[in-house]
């Protein structure tokens, strides 16, 4: 499976970050028609535990195990909570559930403005777009105990033609010690990998923005990005 993009400009910035700074790096040179290979999962997941929270070392999953946005009144916290059933919950089954429940709560809207909406704030207007979405899922798991991050790529349907570009695409993933991350798709209700293309992932949505920033130029300038999706086997 390839990932083929085209771009008329000639150069692009490129930097690097660590949990305290960020840092400019060199300008690179942009190839037309670049291919570019991914990795695109399948449905079936390893054995998992039973219990919940997952338990694992929390040093290796840093700062995906903490919450990223306050929740004084512990809205979002109660919220998630209350997924879980009285007896022992299985793992993957509450997850699935909260996953449902925020489908049922929160309907896709298009949006095109830079950013993305609190989780409480997606919660109260009960629309966002895929990313608005998959915020409150990241956060709800987080109050539960488990590491939880960002992902944005192609969203690739197998049943539009050959040649008919992918959807850029946001979702989140859940780690658990025996299976690895799990992909949750909060706007289609799926679980699982297949048909998601990862490309990059984070913490946080701002982390991953496909497309951030500005451009200075001639107001005849024309910037053009084409991106063309394919898929195959190994």
């Known amino acids: 499976m390839a990932a083929r993009s085209g771009c008329r400009a000639k ?15 060199p300008l690179m040179p942009l190839r037309p028609r ?8 399948s449905e079936t997941h390893p054995p998992m535990a039973d219990g919940r929270p997952a338990m694992f070392n929390s040093s290796v999953m840093c700062r995906q195990l903490q919450p990223q946005h306050a929740d004084d ?8 909570r209350g997924f879980v059933a009285g ?38 207007m009960a629309s966002g777009s ?29 049943d539009a033609g050959v040649h008919d570009p992918g959807s850029t695409h946001a979702w989140a993933e859940v780690y658990l010690p025996t299976a690895g991350w799990i992909a949750f798709d909060l706007t289609h209700r799926r679980v699982g990998s297949s048909n ?31 991106v063309r999706v394919s898929v195959g086997p190994l």
């Open 73 to 80: 009144e512990g809205r979002l916290g109660n919220w998630t």
């Open 11 to 25: 150069r692009v910035g490129s930097g690097w970050f660590d949990d305290n700074e960020s840092r400019p790096g």
């Open 87 to 124: 007896a022992p919950t299985d793992t993957l089954s509450l997850l699935k559930d909260i996953n449902a429940g925020i489908c049922d709560a929160i309907s896709y809207r298009l949006r095109d403005e830079e950013g993305t909406q609190l989780p409480l704030e997606t919660l109260a």
């Open 34 to 41: 670049t291919g570019a290979g991914f990795l695109c999962g």
């Open 196 to 226: 998601l293309i990862a490309v990059a992932v984070g913490r946080c949505n701002s982390q991953i923005m496909p497309i951030r920033g500005g451009f200075t130029g001639a107001s005849d300038d024309f910037l053009d990005i084409d």
């Open 130 to 158: 895929c990313r608005d979405i998959a915020a409150p899922f990241i956060e709800g798991v987080r109050h539960l105990g488990f590491g939880a991050r960002a992902v944005s790529g192609y969203l690739f349907d197998p």
